[in-house]
């Protein structure tokens, strides 16, 4: 038996010692402090060592108890960011994805997996009142906006082919995630092309204000293409005013994109709040925090495929799908 094989007694001793460590962590929560008492200088010491040249065996387990002493209880008394703790099924079921090992990126590498990422995908926009909208399972909101963003290039100022043309503007509440100025950075918008649209005491984005800034920018010559809205700011959890921007982004034939990475899904338990949110032409959600699922857990839904399609599928002759059929000839990258 090679040293990549496990015999199946073997494998069951090792998640049995990983199962009890797991739970004594979980039944040990309350009386945890919330951070560590650990320094820079300890966990160097503890977890940076030259490159092995043989596997540690048992030594091993060692050191996943000091992983566990010195990482951040998961309770209820920590407020510092926004992340949800984490579940306990979620993370056996984790143990399952993990040794299944699939590449969804395709149906016929994956038929089981890919179905439930279009399950759940379908169950989160039904959830959050955008039913029909499709979608894909990211990791995390961060990147869910940049693809987001993506698609809304290449719906309003396609580059994929012969790069940017001319002068793009995007427009967003000075009170967005940083995600949405570094996603326009990495696209080769310019950072200097998203306007901050003032925020008002409530710290929602003002629409008389955005309708200047895009008037203002069409004044000049520029090409307004996208505008992003904020289902629950981080700082404050502001929800911008939806129906307004969407009806603005209308007039204007911007793409509309919602970050509600860190709000949307209190949709669920307030609808009325996010009244409009299924108006956007993509919106970014975070499970990882509010449904408490393991990190990264992020998802991106969108209302058109085809717009996702255009923005993403590209291809080699190695991976062309043989298949017509509309779910088995599904792949990303197609």
Request: hydrophobic share 45%; with cysteine; glycine share 8%.
């Amino acid at each position: 038996m090679s040293l990549l094989e496990v015999a199946p007694h073997e494998f069951r001793r090792l998640a049995a010692e990983v199962t009890e460590i797991a739970a004594d962590y979980l039944s040990s929560l309350e009386s945890r402090p919330v951070f560590p008492k650990t320094s820079g200088q300890e966990t160097q010491h503890l977890f940076q060592a030259p490159l092995p040249e043989e596997a540690m065996g048992a030594k091993a387990f060692k050191y996943l108890h000091d992983v566990v002493n010195h990482s951040r209880a998961q309770n209820g008394r920590f407020f510092g960011y926004v992340l949800g703790s984490g579940e306990p099924v979620g993370a056996i079921a984790d143990l399952l994805a993990s040794v299944l090992n699939q590449n969804v990126t395709a149906w016929r590498s994956a038929p089981a997996a890919v179905t439930l990422e279009r399950t759940v995908v379908s169950w989160l926009a039904e959830a959050i009142g955008c039913a029909g909208f499709q979608g894909s399972l990211t990791g995390g909101g961060s990147l869910a906006n940049l693809m987001g963003l993506a698609m809304a290039r290449e719906a309003k100022a396609p580059a994929n082919e012969h790069g940017l043309a001319g002068k793009c503007v995007l427009y967003a509440s000075e009170e967005v995630h940083m995600s949405i100025p570094k996603s326009v950075a990495l696209l080769g918008l310019g950072r200097e092309n998203l306007r901050l649209v003032p925020a008002g005491r409530d710290f929602r984005l003002i629409p008389a204000k955005l309708e200047k800034a895009i008037q203002a920018d069409k004044a000049s010559g520029k090409t307004p293409m996208a505008v992003v809205a904020s289902a629950g700011t981080v700082n404050t959890g502001a929800i911008d005013p939806l129906p307004e921007i969407a009806d603005i982004a209308r007039q204007h034939n911007l793409w509309l994109h919602v970050d509600g990475a860190y709000g949307a899904l209190a949709a669920i338990a307030a609808p009325d709040k996010f009244a409009g949110l299924e108006l956007a032409d993509s919106i970014s959600l975070d499970p990882h925090k509010w449904l408490f699922q393991s990190l990264d857990c992020g998802c991106l839904l969108y209302r058109d495929a085809s717009a996702a399609q255009r923005a993403f599928s590209h291809t080699g002759d190695y991976a062309k799908s043989l298949s017509s059929d509309p779910i088995e000839g599904f792949a990303f990258f197609e």
